[in-house]
C-alpha cells in the first residue's frame, strides 16, 4: 500500500472496519491505483468492496477496458458490475455536454448499485487543477474556486491530493498493470484540451502551476468557510417561510445578501438551473422596486415583490376564472365556497366571513365571481368608489390572492369582498327594512 494513499485516509477518518464501500474504476491510472490501494486496505480492515465499472459506449476499447477491470476483480475476488451505455446519445438527447453526459450517467450508475455504501472516486490533485482553470475560464465565483472536495454526501475522493506524477510513480515501481483511454490524448473534451494545452503552456510561466491551483483553492475554501459562517449567522432572518423579508435583507452587507439569496436558490431551486450571478443580483435589486414587479429566472421560475417581501414561484398557466355563480336563499355548494343566504335572522353577529346586508338595497339576482378588468368597489365608509386594483394594494393583498378571493355581487355592483369589506352601497341603516345574512361555509 503506498504511504501517500495511507497518510490520505488516515488523514479523513471516514473509511472504518467491515465498511461496505463502492469504488469507480474505469481501469486508467488513477482508478487502479485507487483500486489496488483498496484491495491492500480491504484486506486490513475486512472491506466490503464493489466495484463498479461504465462502458460510456464511445470508444472500440471501450470493451477492452470493461474486460480488464472485470478480470482484475475476480483474481481479487471482489464483486463488479458493470454496465453499457451510450454517453453521446444522452448528450443529445438532453442537450447537454458529453463530459456532463458522462458524469451524471457515471453517478447514476454508482448510486443504483450503492446502497448503504460509500462511493469512492479516484479524483487526484491533477484533476483539481484542471476543474478550477475550466471553472476559472467560464468566469467562476470563489466557491468554484474551491473546486472538487475530498468528500460531499455520500462521495469520497481519497486521492484528492495526491498528483498524478505520484500515481504513475507507483504504479511503475510496484509494476501494476492498467489501461490506457486514448481519448483521454485527444483534445476533444475541454478538459483533455486544459490538461493537453493549457496547462503546459502556463508551466512555462511557472513551473508549479498545479501547486498554485492547489494553493488558490485551499485559499477559497477559508474564504467560503468565513462566508458560510456569516451567511448561516443570518440566514433564518433573512429567509422566512421561503420568502425573502426585505428590511432584514438589508440590515445585512451587500455580499452577504447575495450570498445569502443563493444558498436560498440552491437549497430550494437546486435542480431549476436558475443559480446565476445575473438573478442573485437582479434579485436582490428587487428590494428596490415598487411592489407587483416581478422577474423571470428561467425554468418557469418568477420572483416578486409583494410589499415587504420577495418570493419565489414556479409560474402557472394563468387560466382567468370568468365563471359567475348565482346564489339562492339557502345553502349554496359553490367552487368559490359554501355560501349561506338567509333573511331576517335573529341575534346573529358580523364578521369578516358571515355579514349582513340591506336587502332592499340590492339590485337583481346575488352572483359570486372573481374579479374582473375594470371592478370598481365602496369600500364601507367610503363615498364614491375606487378601483378593486387599487383596494387591493392599500389593503396589501397578494398578487395571487387577489386572483383567488371570491366577490359577492348584484347586477350593478360589488356587494362583498369575501373576508374583506362589505359595501357602502348596501350598508344597514335607520331605513332597512329586510337584512340579508351571508355566511361563508368554506
Known amino acids: 500500500m503506498d504511504s501517500l494513499f495511507l497518510k490520505s485516509i488516515e488523514k479523513s477518518n471516514l473509511i472504518k472496519p467491515n465498511q461496505k464501500i463502492t469504488l469507480a474504476v474505469s481501469g486508467g491510472t488513477d482508478s487502479m491505483y485507487l483500486f489496488y490501494n ?9 472491506l466490503d468492496i464493489l466495484v463498479c465499472h461504465l462502458n460510456h459506449g464511445v470508444r472500440e476499447t471501450a470493451k477492452r477496458d470493461q474486460d480488464f477491470v472485470i478480470n482484475k476483480c475476480r483474481q481479487e475476488n471482489i464483486k463488479c458490475v458493470t454496465k453499457s451505455v451510450n454517453m453521446n446519445e444522452y448528450a443529445k438527447k438532453n442537450k447537454i455536454s458529453s463530459e456532463d453526459a458522462g458524469r451524471i450517467l457515471r453517478y447514476e450508475f454508482f448510486r443504483e448499485n450503492s446502497k448503504d455504501r460509500l462511493i469512492v472516486t479516484a479524483h487526484n490533485a491533477n484533476d483539481r487543477a484542471e476543474t478550477i482553470l475550466q471553472r476559472i475560464i467560464r ?44 481519448t483521454n490524448f485527444k483534445e476533444i473534451y475541454t ?124 409560474m402557472e398557466k394563468e387560466t382567468k376564472d370568468t365563471e359567475k355563480v348565482y346564489l339562492k336563499m339557502g345553502l349554496n355548494k359553490t367552487k368559490y365556497g359554501d355560501f349561506y343566504l338567509e333573511l331576517n335572522r335573529q341575534k346573529d353577529e358580523s364578521t369578516v366571513f358571515n355579514i ?61 369582498i369575501v373576508g374583506m369589506d362589505i359595501s357602502e352601497d348596501a350598508k344597514i341603516d335607520s331605513n332597512t327594512c329586510e337584512i340579508l345574512h351571508l355566511e361563508v361555509k368554506k
Open 191 to 314: 478538459r483533455n484540451k486544459i490538461r493537453l494545452s493549457l496547462i503546459p503552456k502556463l508551466k512555462e510561466y511557472n513551473p508549479n502551476i498545479v501547486s498554485s491551483l492547489l494553493r488558490l483553492s485551499e485559499n477559497a475554501r477559508d474564504a467560503m468557510n468565513f462566508i458560510d459562517f456569516e451567511v448561516d449567522k443570518y440566514y433564518d432572518k433573512v429567509i422566512c417561510d421561503k420568502t425573502i423579508l426585505i428590511k432584514n435583507l438589508e440590515d445585512v452587507h451587500e455580499f452577504v445578501g447575495r450570498e445569502i439569496i443563493r444558498k436560498f436558490l440552491e437549497t430550494n431551486f437546486k435542480n431549476c438551473d436558475i443559480v446565476t450571478r445575473e438573478n442573485i443580483i437582479n434579485i436582490y435589486n428587487l428590494k428596490e422596486l415598487q411592489s407587483g414587479k416581478r422577474l423571470d429566472l428561467g425554468s418557469n421560475i418568477v420572483a416578486r415583490r409583494t410589499f415587504d417581501k420577495i418570493s419565489l414561484e414556479e
Open 139 to 182: 468566469g467562476t465565483g470563489i466557491n468554484g474556486l474551491v473546486s472538487i472536495k475530498e468528500s460531499r454526501d455520500d462521495i469520497y475522493r481519497p486521492l484528492i491530493d495526491i498528483t498524478r506524477d505520484d500515481i504513475e510513480k507507483y504504479l511503475h515501481d510496484n509494476d501494476l498493470d492498467y489501461v490506457n483511454d486514448e
Open 38 to 46: 483498496f484491495v491492500d486496505l480491504g484486506k486490513k480492515l475486512n
Open 356 to 416: 349582513m346586508l340591506d336587502y332592499g338595497k340590492i339590485k337583481g339576482s346575488l352572483c359570486v365571481r372573481y374579479r374582473e378588468n375594470g371592478d370598481r368597489f365602496s369600500p364601507l365608509g367610503m363615498k364614491g368608489t375606487k378601483k378593486l386594483k387599487d383596494y387591493f394594494i392599500d389593503r396589501k393583498v397578494d398578487l395571487k390572492k387577489r386572483n383567488t378571493t371570491p366577490i359577492i355581487c348584484d347586477e350593478e355592483k360589488i356587494l362583498w
